[in-house]
């Protein structure tokens, strides 16, 4: 059981680049999310899917496109990548409470560190 | 608006003693408050939750936490600290934005426990 896992660990692009985050998890969680870590303003979230086949927009979602076309993945897309998305960006994901549409607690990938030249 | 705070950049303190990471919140209805932990180069690990019943809630590696009603907290505790428990501490509560739960992140807390 890998838990949250976050491919690749670190990337560097330059500007107008274009890159996928991928993170896949193995709990049969419905509920997955992307955010970004940045100094001093805590984890900000970018977009998350309520479970395959859907997602919807977070708190940061301008610049990055998602997808869920498997239930156990998650993708991250930076169509054109600028130096302000320079960022560590982390997938989590969680379960659903039985009828309620409440997520239980998030369980996090390790991170991916991104640079934008 | 829904929000968390964590009003210390950082809290330093000598092993042994007792530790406090302190945490408000703004939510409108019942709170949902989460503790997380993130150690170097890591993911966040969670901690503990507090979503109904007793006020005092315990979690992993000693740590408990406080639900304050009437002051709208939730700080973190742990009697005596160690210098692993040295890393970055995220409040957080779930907030109901879009037809759905989200959590909200405080800006963290670093904790330095020096030996």
């Known amino acids: 059981n890998a838990g949250v896992t976050q491919t690749p660990k670190f990337r560097v692009l330059k500007t107008g680049q274009s890159m996928t985050l991928l993170c896949a998890q193995d709990?049969?969680?419905?509920?997955m999310y992307w955010y970004r870590q940045d100094p001093g303003m805590g984890l900000r979230l970018i977009h998350y899917?309520?479970?395959?086949?859907?997602?919807a927009k977070g708190e940061v979602p301008d610049g990055y496109n998602v997808s869920r076309l498997k239930k156990q993945n998650f993708l991250l897309g930076l169509e054109s990548a600028a130096p302000s998305q320079t960022s560590v960006y982390f997938c989590?994901?969680?379960?659903?409470?039985?009828?309620?549409?409440?997520?239980?607690?998030?369980?996090f990938g390790p991170g991916t560190r991104l640079l934008v030249l | 608006a829904q929000s968390v705070a964590q009003p210390e950049d950082q809290v330093n303190v000598a092993e042994g003693n007792p530790l406090t990471v302190k945490c408000t919140y703004s939510?409108?209805?019942?709170?949902?408050l989460f503790w997380y932990v993130q150690y170097p180069n890591r993911g966040l690990q969670f901690l503990l939750k507090y979503i109904t019943g007793d006020n005092l809630v315990k979690g992993s590696y000693g740590f408990e936490a406080e639900f304050n009603k009437s002051q709208t907290s939730f700080h973190l505790k742990k009697p005596s600290a160690l210098v692993s428990d040295s890393a970055l501490y995220f409040c957080?509560?779930?907030?109901?934005?879009?037809?759905?739960?989200?959590?909200?992140f405080g800006a963290g807390t670093r904790l330095a426990v020096h030996p």
């Open positions: 989590a994901s969680s379960y659903e409470l039985a009828g309620t549409l409440n997520q239980e607690t998030q369980y």
């Open positions: 957080a509560v779930r907030a109901l934005s879009g037809g759905y739960n989200k959590l909200i």
């Open positions: 709990m049969n969680h419905e509920y």
């Open positions: 939510v409108s209805g019942n709170p949902y």
């Open positions: 899917s309520v479970g395959e086949g859907t997602t």
